[in-house]
């Protein structure tokens, strides 16, 4: 079983700290970025939907760059770019981590921008006609029930983003991809070693698949 198609699977064992540690940077930056994402992306899908001609427009355009540009594009020009422009050198992490929140905004401003806009006008006009002002109705009437329909493509990008995070080895971050990589080419264990990557990148995403049909369940119970 140790060397099963000829290959030394027990022998993963002795890098699997080296592995963890990348899983580790995976899920910081993943949890982190996707939590900054989500926030800027509620305020940017808002900014979509905005009387405010200025917000909208530049909501639109942050939007329009991000999702016009790859990732690994991104990921270059904030690591390698951007600090010639600031005069500050980020941190390989950091940049990571930027990286995924400006990406991950993108998406869910537009998710939570179709979510609002398919609530429909009469259940603002009902908030409106109990006295409720604008900001009221929007906290009380409409979020909760777009947060509702938000979930199932929230989701999905909160995937799309954990594994672009894969991406991120290009600009020397020490997640799941850069550890294995090195451990590979120092011990040639490519099989057994990408393997064990996949298998981590499979575990994460179905464990937030799980997570997220359970919070949609609870939420569909209570509606």
Same mark, same amino acid.
């Given at each position: 079983?140790?060397?099963?198609?000829? &290959?030394?699977?027990?022998?993963? $064992?002795?890098?699997?700290?080296?592995?963890?540690?990348?899983?580790?940077?995976?899920?910081?930056?993943?949890?982190?970025?996707?939590?900054?994402?989500?926030?800027?992306?509620?305020?940017?899908?808002?900014?979509?939907?905005?009387? !405010?001609?200025?917000?909208?427009?530049?909501?639109?355009?942050?939007?329009?760059?991000?999702?016009?540009?790859?990732?690994?594009?991104?990921?270059?020009?904030?690591? !390698?770019?951007?600090?010639?422009?600031?005069?500050?050198?980020?941190?390989?992490?950091?940049?990571?981590?930027?990286?995924?929140?400006?990406?991950?905004?993108?998406?869910?401003?537009? $998710?939570?921008?179709?979510?609002?806009?398919?609530?429909?006008?009469?259940?603002?006009?009902?908030?409106?006609?109990?006295?409720?002002?604008?900001?009221?109705?929007?906290?009380?009437?409409?979020?909760?029930?777009?947060?509702?329909?938000?979930?199932?493509?929230?989701?999905?990008?909160?995937?799309? #983003?954990?594994?672009?995070?894969?991406?991120?080895?290009?600009?020397?971050?020490?997640?799941?991809?850069?550890?294995?990589?090195?451990?590979?080419?120092?011990?040639?264990?490519?099989?057994?070693?990408?393997?064990?990557?996949?298998? &981590?990148?499979?575990?994460?995403?179905?464990?937030?698949?799980?997570?997220?049909?359970?919070?949609?369940?609870?939420?569909? #119970?209570?509606?």
């Amino acid at each position: 079983m140790e060397r099963l198609l000829g &290959f030394n699977w027990a022998g993963v $064992i002795e890098f699997l700290p080296a592995l963890t540690a990348g899983l580790y940077y995976t899920l910081f930056i993943s949890v982190v970025g996707l939590a900054i994402g989500f926030v800027l992306g509620a305020f940017v899908g808002l900014g979509r939907i905005s009387r !405010f001609k200025v917000v909208y427009a530049l909501a639109t355009v942050y939007i329009e760059i991000i999702r016009g540009t790859p990732v690994l594009v991104q990921a270059i020009w904030i690591y !390698f770019a951007l600090p010639l422009i600031i005069q500050y050198t980020l941190p390989s992490v950091l940049a990571g981590v930027i990286v995924i929140a400006l990406n991950s905004g993108a998406y869910i401003a537009e $998710i939570v921008r179709g979510a609002v806009q398919s609530i429909e006008k009469g259940q603002t006009e009902a908030g409106r006609s109990l006295g409720m002002s604008r900001h009221m109705t929007m906290r009380h009437v409409v979020w909760p029930q777009a947060f509702r329909r938000m979930i199932p493509p929230l989701g999905n990008q909160f995937i799309i #983003s954990i594994k672009d995070t894969s991406l991120l080895s290009v600009i020397l971050v020490p997640e799941l991809i850069f550890q294995g990589r090195l451990v590979a080419a120092n011990h040639f264990n490519a099989v057994e070693i990408y393997t064990t990557v996949a298998l &981590f990148y499979l575990a994460i995403t179905l464990t937030l698949s799980g997570v997220l049909r359970l919070v949609e369940k609870r939420l569909e #119970s209570r509606s």
